[in-house]
């Protein structure tokens, strides 16, 4: 049909740091839909956090108009994507949703890692590529280098690839253009039944649920009652419309297009990403491939700091489960930190996402615990019992065994690198499936590996040993008898509960010591000696010590200005109410966080 | 009768110490001096209104104190006026302890038998140490010798009660230089050593230099060697320490103008920068102070207007904290008894179970002693008194 003729749906993907956030900006300015003066930095990152750590998290669609050079006005959809193998799901949906994808190559880097992982996500999902090189402003851009490699890695020919400056707007023009020229345009089929995919949806005070949907076939009005086909609900369809970035509504939108449509959706798990929306009258069939229930994968505790109000807490964590389909809690105590949740995280960059925004958009103090898989405990009188918080661990002799979840996980990496990662899932007890060769300089791993081993920071080191080249996909396969342990931490010879954590045999020594080693550096001197002891049962594996203090005295006491010393006493006095006491011992908030992060090197 | 210390604040210095963050600015010329004097007599006839001679309630002065800045830098004719304003203004024990800070580097013989003659009858040195690479590093203008000479010209003028400024835990100072500085300072006999470790204070020279890494804080274990080793050495000497820092060759050489800062007492402090806490309404304290800033302070003077920046009513709470927390810093503590009249609650019902259990922790752990009428740090519970006096402001 003619309209869809100039709709261009499309992504932009690109290694971290490549700009793409950058050149969205500038496409959106290019356009008109935005005055520069009311452009924050990178407008579609569209948290505060997002844009400090320089990654997309939720993802934020725009709908451009643009006037091309063939004389003809143009839809862009840009829908952009977060970038973390954490995400990878919402990823694959989101290209999904297109027709073509803007590959972004830093042009002074050249192909990295997730340059390569987003290309073959999109290749995936049969979208047509469109390399771009950007930052060709500066001094140390090698443009000619760069299409080669894009040549030879990707197999893409770049010869025609814009050359492109987002920062300084150089190149865009061109690249509209391409837009038009080279991006498809969508091909539904408008009188067909209704089939459209949930790539995103958020939560709004007003409107309920958001969905952001790609429509495939068919069309949907205000008005029609709508079926979400995984999760079998119906939804009275109460407004649709486009994203201009803001919800613009429309009273319909039909095959090849993409906006949004809310129908009094209470939560946003009831409208998934990957779930196919069709008419509840006049359904279709067949539902869209691909999608997947979202499981958490890893679990900590989140207890309330000192000071601060369990309920609050309670409200923010409901708050953002509203907005979060991925994320779950529910409450659990514990001896050291009292009343908490316990929560449910796709990883551990979720998990970290999620603590830092209750700390900065709710204002909470809040203390995390180890994080944890799911462990398969089978009891000696054959019931079983999944834990998730090590404190729930049932006494050694009620134990036949533990099983843990095992994962496929899918490694991309440059062929250099080869050997030192499989040292590196070898050590964290992975076994080689197979290994392939997908061009001549990268190679994909296959391997099965425990998740415990993954959750960590197995993705930080993947990164540091491949400088940035290596990527990361994983999925559960199964649980699998493991010889795990639970190691606890003493303070002064008193367990700290929230502190414990389940390690396999083999890496009980090295944590021990790595926990007690960080546990000294953070915990203040005390009047006496601190013993630190990690320990498995009555055993203990690893023991340091903080010195008892030996200076804390103002010399100077002369004057009459007892106000400023006061002051100090008092300042003195807040620190240690910021502190978390376990018997007689001092504990730093950050000394939860600080253990949580198991660094090789040490 | 209602007694109070008078601190006079002398805030010029030939040069500024790197370490020090006392206020003070450069000595200049005479004229501002002049106006300076002025302008302190006029504060302190002021006060004398509220507080002296022909008050409600008058204050009988039992110590003055010049301090600074560099007392010492000022004509002893500007010290016989201030001291002539406070007769005037205030009623003067007859046995009032009149101290006065001296830099080795302004003292001449000349000058402190004028100064002895003016009626100041305590003299406080600033020797700082005996060893002239440690002066050099403190960038004192004087040497070893100069303070060698200071305490015996200050004898020879008829001081006899003499007091030493010591410090330790300077950077490049081994612990036997200390010492050193220690026994020198001891074998001219003075009455009174104040012997204090270095401390990098906030906005000083010295710690700009320490974050650059141009100088190194001595580590804590040796600063408190030197500490326990200074104590011994004053306590072989016979003198009895009685602060933190402060020790005397006998009770009559206790410097009672500073025991007032620790004992909550009332104190006048003119001249700028200079700190007040009187007695108010319900037997409150009422802490005050005058702005850092000298031609502030002269202008303010001189307009009849005053130069309070800072003013705060205690509660009962701020008293009884910043009774607790100074008196700890004496040896003999606090005496309980004393604490139930001044506050009319026994210290444990005042600040409840919990500081109790954690103050008791602490004796138990050697830092701090307690008896039924008592309680005081031991000299390990010193070194560390900071985390000790937290419990109770």
């Known amino acids: ?602 | 009768m209602r007694k109070a210390g008078i601190y006079i604040h002398i805030p010029f210095c030939l040069r500024k110490c790197p370490y020090c963050d006392f206020y003070s600015i450069a000595a200049g010329d005479g004229s501002l001096r002049s106006r300076f004097v002025k302008a302190l007599i006029k504060e302190i006839e002021t006060a004398g209104k509220k507080y002296g001679k022909n008050s409600d309630s008058p204050m009988t002065a039992d110590t003055i104190y010049f301090g600074g800045g560099t007392p010492s830098l000022l004509e002893p004719e500007q010290i016989r006026a201030v001291l002539g304003a406070v007769r005037d203004s205030f009623a003067l024990a007859k046995d009032a302890e009149i101290s006065l800070e001296c830099n080795p580097a302004t003292a001449d013989e000349e000058k402190l038998k004028d100064l002895r003659r003016a009626g100041v009858n305590r003299l406080s040195i600033g020797g700082q140490s005996f060893d002239d690479e440690v002066l050099k590093t403190l960038e004192r203008l004087h040497s070893a010798r100069d303070n060698i000479r200071t305490v015996e010209l200050g004898r020879k003028a008829g001081f006899d009660n003499i007091s030493l400024d010591l410090m330790f835990a300077i950077p490049g100072q081994t612990e036997e230089k200390w010492e050193e500085t220690l026994k020198q300072a001891l074998s001219l006999n003075p009455q009174h050593i104040s012997f204090y470790s270095l401390e990098f204070m906030e906005g000083t020279p010295f710690t700009r230099r320490m974050e650059k890494g141009l100088i190194t804080e001595t580590d804590a274990e040796a600063d408190r060697r030197m500490y326990e080793r200074g104590l011994e050495i004053l306590a072989e000497a016979g003198f009895s320490q009685y602060e933190i820092s402060n020790a005397a060759r006998g009770r009559e050489y206790i410097c009672r103008h500073n025991m007032k800062y620790w004992s909550l007492e009332e104190y006048l402090g003119f001249g700028p920068s200079a700190h007040s806490y009187v007695t108010g309404e319900q037997g409150r304290g009422l802490r005050f102070c005058n702005a850092a800033d000298v031609a502030a302070y002269i202008e303010a003077m001189e307009r009849g207007e005053s130069a309070i920046e800072d003013f705060c009513q205690n509660s009962l709470k701020d008293d009884a904290s910043e009774y607790v927390f100074t008196g700890l810093r004496k040896n003999r503590g606090i005496d309980l008894r004393d604490f139930r009249k001044k506050f009319r609650s026994g210290i444990w019902d005042f600040y409840g179970k919990d500081v109790k259990e954690e103050f008791e922790e602490f004796v138990r752990c050697g830092f701090a002693d307690e008896t039924e009428n008592n309680i005081k740090l031991t000299v390990k519970g010193m070194n560390i008194s900071n985390r000790i006096m937290a419990l109770f402001v």
Do not use: W
Not at chain 1, 10 to 33: M, N, P, Q, V, Y
Not at chain 1, 56 to 69: E, P
Not at chain 1, 296 to 324: F, H, R, W
Not at chain 1, 525 to 537: L, Y
């Open chain 1, 1 to 602: 049909m003619d309209y869809q003729k100039y709709i261009r749906n499309f992504s932009i993907i690109a290694h971290i740091d490549h700009g793409k956030s950058t050149l969205a900006d500038r496409l959106i300015e290019k356009t008109g839909l935005v005055s520069r003066r009311d452009m924050k930095e990178q407008f579609l990152d569209n948290m505060d956090l997002e844009r400090e750590r320089g990654i997309t998290i939720k993802l934020q669609t725009t709908r451009l108009v643009y006037d091309s050079k063939d004389g003809n006005e143009y839809i862009f959809n840009l829908i952009d994507t977060p970038g973390h193998v954490d995400f990878n799901y919402e990823v694959s949906r989101s290209l999904a949703a297109c027709e073509g994808a803007v590959l972004v190559v830093d042009a002074t880097q050249g192909v990295e890692a997730q340059t390569l992982a987003n290309v073959y996500l999109a290749l995936d999902e049969n979208l047509e590529i469109l390399p771009v090189l950007n930052k060709i402003d500066l001094p140390s851009a090698r443009p000619d280098e760069t299409k080669e490699e894009i040549e030879e890695v990707i197999g893409l020919d770049a010869s025609d690839a814009p050359l492109v400056s987002a920062k300084e707007g150089i190149g865009i023009d061109e690249l509209l253009e391409q837009i038009v020229k080279h991006i498809p345009a969508p091909s539904g089929d408008p009188d067909g039944k209704l089939k459209a995919l949930i790539f995103d949806s958020k939560y709004d005070n007003y409107k309920g649920v958001i969905i952001y949907a790609r429509i495939f076939d068919g069309q949907v009005k205000q008005g029609d009652i709508i079926r979400l086909m995984n999760t079998k609900k119906k939804y009275e369809v109460t407004e649709v419309g486009v994203c201009a970035p803001n919800p613009v509504p429309t009273g319909i939108l039909r095959a090849g297009e993409v906006g949004y449509i809310c129908g009094s959706i209470k939560q946003v798990s009831d409208a998934r990403v990957g779930d196919t929306i069709t008419l509840d009258s006049d359904p279709t069939e067949e539902m869209l491939p691909g999608y997947k229930k979202v499981q958490s994968m890893v679990y900590c505790g989140i207890y309330p700091a000192e000071g601060e109000k369990y309920e609050n807490v309670k409200d923010a964590l409901e708050k953002l489960q509203v907005n979060d389909a991925a994320f779950r809690f529910e409450p659990e105590t514990s001896t050291a930190l009292g009343f908490g949740f316990r929560c449910g995280f796709l990883g551990l960059l979720h998990m970290e996402i999620i603590v830092e925004r209750l700390e900065r958009e709710f204002n909470l103090a809040v203390i995390t615990t180890s994080p944890s898989v799911i462990y398969k405990v089978v009891k000696t009188d054959g019931t079983v019992e999944m834990i998730q918080n090590p404190s729930n661990l049932p006494a050694p002799q009620e134990i036949d065994h533990i099983e843990e979840p095992i994962v496929k996980a899918d490694i991309m990496i440059p062929n250099e690198y080869v050997g030192s990662i499989m040292e590196l899932c070898q050590d964290r007890r992975g076994k080689l499936l197979h290994m392939e060769y997908i061009t001549p300089t990268r190679v994909q791993l296959h391997y099965e590996m425990p998740l415990n081993e993954v959750i960590y920071d197995f993705f930080d080191a993947l990164k540091s040993k491949t400088r940035g080249y290596g990527s990361l996909d994983y999925e559960f396969v199964r649980y699998e008898k493991s010889n795990v342990v639970k190691l606890d931490v003493l303070l002064n010879k008193e367990l700290v509960d929230a502190f414990s954590m389940i390690v396999h045999e083999s890496k009980a020594y090295a944590r021990g010591r790595f926990v007690c080693e960080k546990l000294k550096e953070i915990i203040p001197m005390h009047q006496f000696e601190v013993p630190i002891q990690a320990a498995i049962g009555q055993k203990v594996i690893a023991r340091e010590t903080v010195k008892a203090y030996r200076k804390d005295v103002i010399a100077k006491c002369y004057g009459g200005d007892i106000s400023r010393k006061k002051k100090l006493l008092e300042k003195q006095k807040e620190g240690k109410k910021r502190m978390r006491q376990f018997g007689t011992v001092e504990v730093p908030q950050e000394a939860f966080t600080a253990v949580l992060k198991y660094d090789d090197n040490k």
